[in-house]
Structure formats: C-alpha cells, structure tokens
C-alpha cells in the first residue's frame, strides 16, 4: 500500500450505533488530519495531529472522538450521530513543520440513517 | 464566514486553451496558498503552492498568480487537456505557526475534446 488509505470506503450506520473510521499514512509523515466534507460546502478541518498529539480540535462535537496510536494511523470513532453528520470524511498527512502539503485518502462516504 | 471563496461553480474550456480559476479571500494573514485537484471517488491531490511573499509560481502547465492587494489568486492551466477535468479547491492556510489549511468550496472545470 502507498500514500494514504482509509477504510472503509462506505459505511451506512444508525444514529444508535457505534463506528470507527481508520486511516493509515504509508509516507512517513508526522502530520495528520481529519477533514468533513459535506455537499455544497468546503472542506472542513476536523482535528489535526503532529507527532501523536492532538494540536487542533476545530469545535468537532463529543460524538466524533478521534484517536492517533501512532504517526502511521488515525482512527475516528462514531457514536450517537445525526443525520446531519452525513459526508465525505477525509484523512490527511503531511510531513509537518509547516511544511505545507497535505496528502489525502480517498475518503470514506458516511450516511447516517 | 467564508474566508476562501471559489465564486465560480464551474469551467468549460475547449482542449488546448487557457483555463483560468479564480480564488479570493478574505484574511491577510494567510501565509501559503495552495491548489488541489480532486477526480471523483478520489481524495484531493496537491497541485501548486505559492507563498504569500511571491507573485507568481509556474509548474510545467500551471501558474499560480498572487495579488495581495486584491486578495486574489488565479490558477492558469495552459494548454488545457481533457485530463484536467476535475474538481479544483483552492486553500490557505492560516500561518502563525498553524497547520490549518482553509478552504474554497471548489470549482469542476470540464475540458472538452
């Protein structure tokens, strides 16, 4: 595997349910992000972690609670959400130490019944 | 309150010509810009960057033009090629030490053959 992959690629879950979204960063990167991207909207910064800590949390509510092992992986746990959190969620990695490019997976396509 | 606006939903352009993207935004403290390419079912790819102390920045095909006067920035695709078709974003990113990068809502251009 190379660059950034997430899994799954679809995931059709209850508002009662519990989830995870795993991403997993093959470059070598220190950086990495979770991005929301809902229809007609832009792409929106979720959390952000460099070297396994949490440095941003941009006001995400308590139902998305994000995890990060180790600089390789990156995981989002679903639980209780709403129809409205329906999206694309997007994983990211970048080197870090501003170094400005940001590589992404493909995403995974959330709908929340 | 968006800080990164694409105004213009979508392109058409004859294969061969110029196509040009258009970005404005609205905080003066955004220190990097960049743009990305995004086919469907695909994650975001890195295109071109400039830094804010720049006006221009060329990569084979692509520009990037800077004004900070105007708080714009266009992407020159030249010559277009039916390869290009795809949804391009626009982002900065907000400098001070972040990593954050901000987002336009994004702009399909179509190449036509």
């Known amino acids: 595997e190379t660059g950034v992959t997430q899994t799954p690629r679809h995931l059709v879950m209850g508002m009662t349910n519990k989830k995870s979204l795993k991403c997993e960063q093959h470059?070598?990167?220190?950086?990495m992000y979770w991005y929301k991207q809902s229809a007609k909207k832009p792409l929106e910064l979720m959390f952000v972690?460099?070297?396994?800590?949490?440095?941003e949390n941009n006001s995400v509510p308590s139902r998305f609670s994000p995890e990060c092992p180790n600089s390789s992986h990156l995981f989002l746990h679903l639980h209780t959400l709403q129809p409205e959190d329906s999206a694309l969620y997007l994983c990211?990695?970048?080197?870090?130490?501003?170094?400005?490019?940001?590589?992404f997976g493909p995403g995974t396509r959330l709908t929340v019944l | 309150d968006q800080q990164v606006k694409q105004n213009s939903p979508s392109l058409s352009v004859q294969e061969g010509r110029i196509s040009i993207l258009n970005c404005d935004y609205t905080n003066s403290m955004f220190d990097y810009f960049l743009w990305y390419k995004k086919y469907p079912a695909e994650g975001p790819t890195f295109l071109i960057s400039?830094?804010?102390?720049?006006d221009k920045n060329e990569d084979g095909r692509f520009t990037v033009f800077l004004n900070k006067s105007a708080k714009h920035l266009s992407l020159h695709i030249v010559p277009s090629q039916p390869g290009d078709s795809a949804v391009y974003f626009c982002?900065?990113?907000?400098?001070?030490?972040?990593?954050?990068?901000?987002f336009g809502k994004g702009m399909k251009l179509t190449v036509n053959p």
């Open positions: 990211a990695s970048s080197q870090g130490g501003l170094v400005e490019e940001q590589f």
């Open positions: 982002a900065a990113r907000v400098g001070g030490g972040s990593e954050k990068l901000v």
């Open positions: 470059l070598g990167h220190n950086a």
């Open positions: 972690y460099n070297f396994k800590e949490q440095t």
């Open positions: 400039i830094s804010s102390i720049k």
